[in-house]
């Protein structure tokens, strides 16, 4: 007779928790977040793409494009040594893991945050964190990609 009125008591207290918790948590809006994530994400592609036009001026096309990334490297690193790009991406949210700036943010961040334990040990190890793990995968998935892109043709 107690066990059943200790688990009615507890999906009661669990109930109540849960009510709680609704009533606490702030309310997302999905559709202002995704605006936001779209413009500023597409904001900092548009930079991209007007410092590649303007390289384009003085460099052939493929140089161009190598030199606006690099650009683009150096701003996301040094609004994230600023600490601007974190204040972007709260507004942000996804916008801002744009692969060449996003990356840069979190090498950079890593980079910041172990500078304590010194320059080899601190900052190079772990530095490459969490860059490894997505050169990895963006290597490996290019591997079967392209393998998989290469035997179609053989075949058709």
């Known amino acids: 007779m107690t066990s059943k009125t200790n688990i009615n008591?507890?999906?009661?207290?669990?109930s109540k928790i849960k009510q709680i918790i609704d009533k606490s948590s702030p309310k997302r809006n999905i559709f202002k977040n995704a605006i936001f994530s779209f413009l500023i994400g597409g904001l900092i592609c548009l930079l991209a793409q007007i410092i590649t036009?303007?390289?384009?001026?003085?460099?052939?096309?493929?140089?161009?494009?190598?030199?606006?990334?690099?650009?683009?490297?150096?701003?996301?690193?040094?609004?994230?040594?600023?600490?601007?790009?974190?204040?972007?991406g709260q507004i942000a949210g996804a916008g801002t893991i744009i692969p060449i700036t996003g990356?840069?943010?979190?090498?950079?961040?890593?980079?910041?945050?172990?500078?304590?334990e010194g320059l080899i040990l601190g900052i190079v190890t772990n530095m490459f964190k969490l860059a490894g793990s997505v050169i990895v995968v963006g290597v490996?998935?290019?591997?079967?990609?392209?393998?998989?892109?290469?035997?179609?043709?053989?075949?058709?």
């Open 103 to 116: 990356f840069s943010n979190s090498m950079t961040s890593s980079a910041l945050e172990s500078k304590s």
């Open 9 to 14: 008591e507890f999906k009661s207290n669990d």
């Open 53 to 88: 036009e303007i390289l384009k001026n003085w460099f052939d096309k493929d140089l161009a494009g190598n030199i606006s990334v690099t650009i683009m490297v150096f701003i996301g690193s040094l609004l994230t040594g600023f600490g601007l790009y974190d204040k972007i």
């Open 140 to 156: 490996v998935s290019a591997f079967f990609i392209g393998s998989i892109i290469y035997l179609s043709s053989l075949i058709f």
